[in-house]
């Protein structure tokens, strides 16, 4: 059997939906970062960017034939991710995701109602691969010109969350740069996902990043803090961290850096130097791009 960090998924899904992913070509399969289960709607994975449909044999296929989740194999996907407890996730559940044991998360939607949701009709299990060495050129950065305050940008699903937990490792084990107090401040439970053990790392899981930050600053007197998807309720919390000397590296969704200025809380957090650099990943024909450039070269 192929060894994959795909295969610790199979525990949550329904034999039926699990054996059809086993069969997907090898490099769908090895490459895959997203499953979606749909109630009586196609299954699809995701690879990089592109979004794959496929039938109960495991071959790619139109949404004509693909295979569809039924009402029950939600059901009994939702039921294996909460270990047969779905209150005690109730709480995650309202805010669209259900933490993983082994750290990671799985998304939800469905049918809303005033307490979260009345009905869980799809489902998203992200893939949490661990690729130390994909913020090496962030490092190497560090290691000539010294730490400082960095923002990943990309549009969503292009290796965000992979490149700040590389960048969390390298740092607090000191790979290629003297160890650093890091501390993680992980509200939706899959930053710190197969990190948290190696080096000088402090993670607080499942706090708002804004509270988290604030926290962690006060207790745990981390030189560097790392958190993902920043919006504007962190803002504050942010530029209180800042006054302390703790460098932040954090993510923003964005088309390209000059998006970013078109919200107030990031321009504001740009213009005020929180963050001096800048990294931008995407997809250069086909192939996986990370340019670092400063800040100040779009502001």
Known sequence: MRVNTIDKLFRYLPMRISRAIHNLPKEIFDSANEIRLRKNSPLSVTVGNKNLLFDEQGRVCSPAVALCATEKEIEECIYKLTEGSLYTCDRY??????????????????????????????????????????????????????????????????????????????????????????????????????IADFGLCDVITGMPKADAIALLTRTMSPQVIVCDEISAEETKSILCAQNTGVHLIASAHCKSPKDLLLRGDMKLLLSSGIFPLCVILGYDSGNYSCKICETKEFL
């Open 93 to 194: 559940i309202a805010q669209g995701f259900i933490p993983l044991a082994e750290g990671g998360r799985a998304g939800v939607c469905g049918r809303a109602n005033q307490n979260g949701f009345a009905e869980i009709t799809s489902v998203n299990l992200r893939l949490h691969r661990f690729l130390p060495h994909t913020a090496k050129p962030l490092m190497d950065f560090f290691k000539s010109q010294g730490v400082c305050g960095t923002l990943v940008c990309a549009p969503p699903a292009l290796g965000k969350t992979t490149f700040l937990r590389s960048a969390a490792y390298l740092l607090a084990a000191g790979k290629g740069i003297n160890p650093l107090r890091v501390g993680i401040a992980d509200e939706r439970c899959e930053l710190s996902a197969g």
